[in-house]
């Protein structure tokens, strides 16, 4: 179709799409909004609606789909979900003065970072939107908002692609915004990316980086909030000051640890139940909930600060009573960071309000009980909460107990706030109360029995007599107004009057109540930091209790922490396996890791238990770094400043890398990146690879941690030959997950002992089965010229170039080539006294020489 041929909508239509490429413009067309093109064709996809063309005469050939005004909301929560943006484009003058095309402007950008549509929201998670803004020198600045609650946190990534990746791969990351030639940097991150010009720091927003020491952070800073201003077009005040944090402040876990771990779910099916997050979460509010997330995200290296929340737990511990009422206090204490984030948005109802009152109703018996408990890091918890006084009293004195959703019709206002909306409250009432006395009053002046006085919206108030009846009425006072099938409807003169006087009286009161509830709703606003900051307090609460509630319920134990990196964990438990068999069925085990034992390899059949106890140790690390109590009868633990994992992923396959690349790409991760500070949980490394290839990569590795890396280590295995390793390797020690026969089956003991695990396992079983027992024979044979010839070969393969030159520790296997060295030297003493005994001249020369050929060859063997 030719340009020249457009309508005049249709070109104003293409102006604006061209604005937003990214997104689907919603553009609205009186109680539409339609879309064009292939925006069309993917929404009527998306949406499952129908695709039509345009009708107009000039562009009948373009795809069209349009969603109604009213239910808009819905179909834009569908868009946002599936990770789509929608640019949302509004008439913004009367359709009946415009001259030519009505004028029609974007009047917000909708995305999945700045959705705040609580269909959308996960009001248990965060909604962040991220922005990253790398610089030359390769390292970059991480900055993310929450939208809903106002909190932005920041950090500076240097420029390890890993860090970045660790940051940006997260759940509560909706959204990233980058500068436009970084757009398709992140393809392989599948967050939605949108991109960002302009990174110069408002002044408006200045105040939210007061406090930076670095400027770089600035720019994130900067990315975002323009990002914001120029997509949202409307006030951020509800932004809070950037909280900075520092990633070497926290303990790293990266994306694959987070995930093999279950830390927020489980790997194979990504549901809560049967991760970390579902056997601790009891909180009681959402913000409690999202808080616990967080910290599960990212666990503390701080001692001090992991130690203090300890000490609140314990204390929470001990005041079951208090803790039960703190608790049963929390089911009225509303999402205090949310109402605050709307307060400030201007999205807040009435019945927001009300639920912010009855949270600082709530409030004042909440601090009291925390004060009786009388811990110095409560107390000192408690001091940062606001006193809302004020606002509790205006709002109790304001509000009424159960308000409407619109803020337009009034029902809000309480009676005795407002002198001048009780008068016009009473002047409707007082007509409505004539109005209903009317009815009788009609009927005794008329003597019809069946007269009725009633209200419709088109035509107010009337009183209705049956035909046979009108005859009755006394002529001049009664006006016909509607007529019926066997009725008629009439208004009298005062009727008429206390009709106007009560719409009167109910349009003032409307507008009056809405005037009075903005004002109430901007003196909320001057409370925006105050809440926030009692919200996150609160939340913190709520956390500890909850964490005190798991303790005290399935037995755990206060840890405590070392400064010598040993660790010692007695009766140490599985915290989610314990919960899904049942308290009492779970075998709890020792740990003992110190500078004579960093490495531990742990060997024991399939299905004994070898990698529940490697997880089962990162997870009560975790749980100890972020404050928790954690399931053993005791616990002292370093701090870690990293885990690793390498642990047999389901998923892995799904992700298109093969099952093997990914293993020696988390292996390698772990033993680059791991401090003599970290835990490394290696499990059965090597297995997806050939026999002999794997075992020398799983030796191989282990070496490597021994010599270098130097950081805690549990090595699971399956090849028992590994098990030699701990003659050479002076700081690895052999455990294993015990298992014995009874009955003729065998038993899983689940339970950790020291040294290496039997190894005939799989004939053993093969014998049960009840397989021939020739086959059983033979298998015995065979597995004792395989392990020899293994010997063999690990006998050639000297540590000769895997060992640092200045390394002073004995070559691997030196005792086997100590046994070798010492048959020589036998060998050797025989020919010595073979040559002793030789009477040389009673030997003919070729005698000699087949003798000195012999020893020759003997020596040289
Ligand atoms: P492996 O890694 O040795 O093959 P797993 O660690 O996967 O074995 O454990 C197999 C199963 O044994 C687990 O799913 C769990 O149900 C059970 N199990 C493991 N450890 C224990 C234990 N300490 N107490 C009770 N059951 C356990
Ligand atoms: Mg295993």
């Not at 900055?143 to 932005?152: C, F, H, N, P, W």
């Not at 809070?240 to 926290?250: K, T």
């Not at 006193?387 to 009034?410: A, C, M, N, R, Y």
């Not at 740990?591 to 024991?604: A, D, F, P, S, V």
Request: glycine content about 4%.
């Amino acid at each position: 179709m030719n340009v020249a041929e457009e309508t005049p909508m249709m070109k104003q239509y293409k102006k604006i799409k061209a604005q937003y490429e990214d997104a689907f413009l919603f553009y609205r067309l009186g109680d539409f909004y339609e879309l064009f093109y292939d925006d069309a064709i993917k929404a009527a996809k998306e949406l499952e609606i129908t695709l039509t063309k345009r009708g107009n005469k000039n562009d009948q050939d373009i795809p069209m789909c349009g969603v109604p005004y009213h239910s808009a909301e819905q179909y834009i929560a569908t868009l946002i979900e599936k990770g789509y943006k929608i640019a949302i484009c509004e008439q913004v003058e009367d359709p009946k003065k415009a001259k030519g095309v009505v004028k029609r402007e974007v009047i917000q950008l909708i995305t999945p970072g700045t959705v705040m549509d609580g269909h959308v929201i996960d009001e248990k998670e965060n909604n962040f939107i991220a922005a990253l803004f790398p610089f030359e020198d390769g390292t970059a600045t991480f900055v993310k908002a929450d939208l809903t609650t106002g909190e932005m946190k920041g950090t500076m990534l240097s420029e390890d692609a890993s860090e970045w990746e660790r940051e940006i791969v997260r759940k509560e990351i909706k959204e990233l915004i980058v500068p436009p030639s970084w757009e398709n940097s992140f393809d392989e991150y599948a967050v939605v990316i949108s991109t960002e010009l302009a990174t110069e720091l408002q002044e408006e927003f200045m105040p939210l980086c007061d406090q930076l020491h670095h400027e770089k952070l600035k720019k994130g800073v900067a990315l975002l909030t323009n990002y914001l201003k120029r997509t949202q077009k409307r006030v951020l005040d509800h932004l809070q000051p950037l909280e900075v944090y520092d990633v070497n402040e926290l303990m790293q876990l990266d994306v694959h640890t987070r995930r093999n771990l279950e830390l927020m779910e489980t790997l194979r099916d990504k549901k809560k139940e049967g991760s970390l997050l579902w056997v601790l979460d009891e909180t009681v509010t959402a913000m409690g909930a999202r808080l616990l997330k967080s910290w599960l995200e990212a666990p503390l290296l701080d001692r001090k600060t992991i130690e203090k929340r300890h000490a609140i737990v314990a204390s929470f511990v001990e005041h079951f009573f208090e803790r039960e009422e703190l608790r049963e206090k929390l089911q009225d204490v509303y999402d205090l960071e949310r109402l605050a984030g709307k307060t400030a948005y201007g999205n807040m109802n009435a019945r927001d309000l009300v639920q912010l009152r009855t949270s600082l109703q709530t409030l004042p018996a909440f601090i009291q009980i925390l004060e009786k408990i009388d811990n110095p890091h409560l107390l000192e918890l408690i001091e940062k909460c606001g006193d809302f006084h004020e606002l509790q009293t205006l709002l109790e004195k304001s509000i009424v107990d159960d308000p409407p959703v619109s803020i337009t019709e009034g029902g809000m206002i309480r009676k005795g706030y407002h002198e001048q909306l009780d008068r016009y409250k009473e002047a409707s009432a007082n007509g409505k109360a004539w109005i209903s006395q009317l009815e009788q009053k009609e009927r005794e002046e008329t003597g019809i029995k069946s007269l009725k006085v009633g209200y419709n919206k088109v035509f107010g108030y009337y009183i209705e007599v049956t035909k046979p009846n009108i005859r009755y009425l006394e002529k001049d006072r009664y006006e016909r107004k509607q007529t019926l099938a066997n009725a008629e409807r009439f208004i009298t003169p005062e009727l008429k009057e206390k009709e106007r006087l009560i719409l009167e009286a109910e349009e003032e009161s409307t507008n009056l109540e809405y005037e009075l509830f903005l004002e109430i709703r901007e003196e909320v606003k001057k409370y925006l930091r105050p809440l926030q900051e009692t919200a996150r307090v609160i939340s913190e609460i709520d956390v500890l209790l909850s964490f005190a509630t798991i303790s005290e319920r399935y037995d755990y134990v206060r840890p405590t922490f070392t400064t010598d990196r040993s660790l010692e964990i007695k009766n140490g438990r599985h915290p989610v396996v314990e919960r899904m068999i049942g308290q009492g069925e779970y075998v709890a085990n020792d740990m003992t890791l110190n500078h004579e034992r960093e490495m531990l390899l742990i060997t024991g059949p399939n299905m004994s238990g070898k990698s529940t106890y490697m997880r089962q140790t990162a997870l009560l690390v975790i749980m100890a770094q972020i404050g928790s109590f954690v399931p053993a009868t005791s616990a002292k633990l370093p701090i870690f400043d990293q885990i690793f994992t390498r642990i047999g992923a389901a998923d892995d396959l799904a992700s298109g890398e093969s099952t093997f690349m990914v293993e020696m790409l988390e292996t390698k991760r772990a033993l680059t990146k791991a401090t003599p500070n970290s835990l490394l949980l290696l499990d059965e490394i090597g297995r997806g690879t050939s026999t002999y290839d794997g075992m020398s990569l799983a030796q191989a590795i282990i070496e490597y941690i021994h010599d270098y890396t130097r950081a805690k280590t549990l090595f699971s295995t399956h090849y028992h030959e590994l098990t030699a390793l701990e003659e050479t390797l002076d700081t690895l020690h052999n455990v294993h997950v015990k298992a014995v026969e009874e009955d003729g089956e065998i038993v899983f003991l689940h339970k950790v002992e020291e040294g290496k695990a039997d190894r005939s396992y799989g004939i053993y079983v093969a014998k049960l089965a009840g397989l021939p027992e020739r086959v059983v024979e033979r298998a015995n044979e065979l597995l004792y010229q395989y392990e020899s010839k293994e010997m063999d070969t690990v006998l050639e393969q000297t540590r000769k170039e895997t060992v640092k030159e200045d390394a002073e520790q004995l070559p691997l296997f030196s005792w086997v080539e100590e046994e070798k060295r010492e048959s020589e030297e036998d060998e050797r003493e025989d020919i010595v006294n073979d040559i002793k005994k030789l009477d040389v001249l009673r030997l003919s020369p070729i005698e000699a020489l087949e003798k000195l050929y012999t020893y020759q060859k003997k020596l040289q063997s």
